[in-house]
């Protein structure tokens, strides 16, 4: 009996520190607890061989709770890193949003510098912080896409998953593509 208590606090020992243990290392002492438990029994008559079963039972149970106790954890921590990643997203967009308000404002005002020194006939200002100058290049200008010709266009072709879902499940073979079904953990 002394020997059996010493199991059980050795299994509190291990199991009190879950937050230390991985699931891993939590589902390898599950399987080695009921390991433990089959030994003990025989597989024909199912009767104990062994009093410390009842021991390793209750180990199973410690185990099985730190193992709820873990995925708790694991879950709690997946909905803080989605709460942080929307957070930076939604920041992400309102920084895009202001980025491009600025770049907006900077070609604004960049047309009116080029048009006032333009209008004044100065190609050339040099102060101590900056120096204007023009260069010339050469832009084409598309006022109407609809009439350029089919050869002077990208054409991007991308699978619509959608319609290859529905064609699927209405039986056609769609040659390069299959559904799969897949298992997404949910969390709330």
């Known amino acids: 009996m002394l020997q059996n208590n010493q199991k059980i606090e050795n299994a509190r020992a291990q199991t009190e520190g879950v937050e230390n243990r991985s699931l891993y290392e939590i589902d390898k002492a599950v399987l080695n607890a009921i390991n433990n438990v089959y030994s003990k029994v ?33 879950a709690c921590y997946i909905k803080n890193l989605e709460a942080d990643a929307a957070a930076i997203a939604s920041e992400s967009k309102k920084l895009a949003d202001r980025a491009k308000r600025k770049k907006s404002r900077a070609e604004s005002l960049r047309k009116y510098i080029t048009n ?73």
């Open 42 to 74: 025989d597989g024909e008559t199912g009767e104990l061989l062994d009093a410390s079963v009842v021991d390793d039972l209750k180990e199973l149970d410690v185990l099985r709770l730190d193992r709820k106790t873990k995925l708790e954890n694991i």
């Open 116 to 188: 006032s020194m333009i209008t004044a006939g100065e190609f050339e200002v040099e102060t101590l912080r900056v120096a204007l100058s023009f260069r010339k290049s050469e832009a084409v200008e598309i006022p109407d896409e609809s009439v350029i010709s089919h050869k002077y266009c990208n054409v991007t072709y991308k699978p619509d998953k959608k319609a290859i879902k529905e064609a699927i499940k209405n039986g056609q073979r769609v040659r390069g593509a299959a559904l799969v079904e897949n298992q997404n953990l949910q969390i709330k």
